[in-house]
């Protein structure tokens, strides 16, 4: 898996001139992040491809490369596959499509594949994958067009994903949220190495301190486990959407992947007993991202403290937070003549506190709150949400900046709540957890929070 994921060769098999097509696009991709292992574009019609000298076939490479990525039509796949085994590559990559996920032919393809890989002593990625990923050895095995809209940038999270789709759009959640991705890992059929495999592989790098999973099927539970439980023996929160879960779901599944059902129970177990934290779908997987990765559990036996310059978000998050089971901090006398002392007459302020409009008047007063209220040890987290902020009145780039430096000086969890786009972008842009609504960014907070105190367990 080392070779796999750092290797020092990459051949191209089906090589492209055009960085936009599927042969082209991993070429293109390693030599802009700079790559700087050795490039072999292998391709019967040209004698150099982007630039760089052009091999005929595989078995005419000076070196049996570390990884061959085949670019190549599924009907010459299989021939393929056969000549980078006999030429002792350690990894192949299959983009192609049309293998199990199509019924018992393609499944029977698929079979052939894996023996003749297995023969050969070399491991298989896919097929019907979109590629793998390592950012920080700039090693993009990839035709996935999110990595030339959005470049990839070294970080602590690591992504392995059956889906390819998927996968790619949690990649582009948490870059837009100025959030560096080391791995993404797509396996697609799993014809041999699967999620297993690379978690295993992700779970033992240091560097990882979020690991974000999808998949649809489990074909070996024990592994998985064994994967899981070397991120839980170094603390590595691990985040997965398992899908098919339904009679419809495991049909879809087997159409997207060839995915055989498995046991939900049987997972729901597997992940309790690893202490990884199911979650329903993308924007649960992503959106607490900044909150595993900034701050550690703040004890997680204080309460919390709503800070709004609304009302109606006080009341609505109060609302939330009582249906989720989180109790309000009781604020000490000397908390909240400091907290009076900054604010309106009119603002009745304990918790749920009410900055009201005239943070419009007082740019400073949202950091100095935000200060005095998460330095209260009964405050343990807090939620931050900002309505009517719209428009050049009001400095947002000043308000993140300061919730973010409070929250660094107490080191205490902060979620920022907001239906306006430009707001939650600023409160991102500076590490912190933003969501549209109050309900949403509690329910975060609280996820992150229980799925910290079964890690430390």
């Avoid at 991102?428 to 890690?455: D, N, P, S, V």
Wanted: charged share 20%; proline share 5%; with cysteine.
């Amino acid at each position: 898996m080392d070779a796999l994921l750092r290797p020092r060769s990459v051949a191209v098999v089906g090589a492209s001139e055009d960085p936009h097509k599927i042969g082209g696009r991993p070429l293109h991709l390693m030599r802009r992040q700079g790559y700087a292992g050795r490039l072999y574009p292998v391709s019967r019609s040209r004698t150099s491809v982007q630039g760089l000298p052009a091999w005929p076939d595989i078995a005419a490479l000076p070196e049996a490369p570390d990884v061959a990525v085949i670019a190549v039509p599924g009907a010459e796949l299989e021939e393929a596959v056969a000549a980078c085994a006999r030429r002792g590559v350690g990894h192949a990559l299959l983009f192609a499509s049309g293998f199990g996920e199509v019924g018992a032919e393609g499944t029977a393809r698929e079979a052939r594949l894996a023996a003749v890989a297995r023969a050969g002593g070399m491991r298989l990625v896919g097929p019907n994958s979109i590629g793998i990923a390592n950012a920080a050895h700039a090693a993009i095995l990839s035709f996935a067009s999110v990595f030339v809209e959005t470049p990839p940038r070294d970080g602590p999270v690591a992504i392995v994903s059956q889906s390819g789709a998927f996968g790619v759009a949690a990649y582009a959640l948490l870059r837009e949220a100025g959030i560096g991705v080391r791995y993404l890992c797509a396996t697609g059929n799993q014809a041999d190495l699967t999620v297993a495999d690379f978690v295993q592989a992700v779970a033992g790098d240091d560097a990882v301190r979020l690991l974000l999973l999808y998949l649809e099927e489990v074909p070996d539970a024990a592994r998985l486990e064994t994967a899981l439980q070397t991120a839980r023996a170094r603390r590595l929160p691990v985040l997965a959407v398992k899908a098919g879960r339904t009679s419809e779901g495991e049909r879809s599944a087997r159409l997207h992947t060839g995915a055989e059902p498995t046991d939900d129970r049987r997972v729901a177990a597997l992940f309790e007993r690893a202490a990884v934290r199911r979650v329903a779908g993308l924007d649960e997987l992503c959106g607490a991202a900044s909150l595993y990765l900034d701050h550690a559990l703040a004890g997680g036996r204080g309460g919390i403290a709503l800070i709004s310059n609304s009302g109606a978000s006080c009341v609505l998050g109060a609302d939330a937070a009582d249906d989720l089971g989180l109790p309000l901090a009781r604020l000490s006398d000397e908390t909240l003549r400091g907290v009076r002392a900054m604010l309106p007459e009119f603002s009745r302020n304990a918790n749920p506190i009410d900055l009201t409009a005239m943070l419009l008047a007082d740019g400073t007063m949202l950091g100095r709150c935000l200060d005095a209220v998460l330095a209260e040890p009964a405050v343990d987290s807090a939620m931050l949400g900002l309505m009517a902020v719209a428009g050049p009145s009001y400095d947002l780039p000043r308000f993140a900046r300061d919730a973010r430096q409070a929250a660094a000086l107490h080191r205490k969890p902060l979620v920022f709540c907001s239906p306006h786009g430009a707001a939650r972008e600023a409160f991102r842009g500076q590490g912190i957890a933003a969501f549209r609504g109050e309900a949403e960014a509690l329910a975060a907070l609280h996820g992150w929070r229980k799925h910290m105190t079964r890690l430390e367990a």
